[in-house]
C-alpha cells in the first residue's frame, strides 16, 4: 500500500533553516507528481508546494516564494522541502502528499519557527 514516511523539521529560530523529507513506497514514485501542504490548528490545509514527476514544473505558493524550494530524487523515491528565511508565521505542522490526490499524506512533521 502506498506509504509516505516524512523526517526532518523541528524548532528552529526566525531567519533559520530545515529540510523536509518524504520517502515514497507502494506506487511507481517516478511517475507522480507530489506535493507538501501545512496546517495550524483551526485552519485549512495550505498548499505550500508541488512538483511533476519528472521536475519539469515547479509551483510554490507565493507565501514562501524565494524562500522555500521542492525537489526530489526519482532514485530514492523521496520528495524534499527545504525551507530557508524561515518565519514565524510558517509554523504548522507540513504533509507530503502525491499530487492530484488526497487519499494519501505522510503522517506530518511539526516545524516552529520561534525565537
Known amino acids: 500500500q502506498v506509504q509516505l514516511v516524512q523526517s526532518g523539521g523541528g524548532e528552529v529560530q526566525p531567519g533559520g533553516s530545515l529540510r523536509l523529507s518524504c520517502k515514497a513506497s507502494?506506487?511507481?514514485?517516478?511517475?507522480?507528481?507530489m506535493k507538501w501542504y501545512r496546517q495550524v490548528p483551526g485552519k485549512e490545509r495550505e498548499f505550500v508546494a508541488t512538483i511533476s514527476a519528472h521536475e519539469d514544473f515547479v509551483r510554490v505558493a507565493d507565501s514562501v516564494k524565494g524562500r522555500f524550494s521542492i525537489s526530489r530524487d526519482n532514485i530514492q523515491s523521496t520528495v524534499y522541502l527545504q525551507m530557508n528565511s524561515l518565519k514565524p508565521e510558517d509554523t504548522a505542522t507540513y504533509y507530503c502528499g502525491i499530487w492530484g490526490e488526497d487519499e494519501n499524506w505522510g503522517q506530518g512533521t511539526q516545524v516552529t519557527v520561534s525565537s
Open positions: 507502494g506506487f511507481t514514485f517516478s511517475s507522480k507528481g
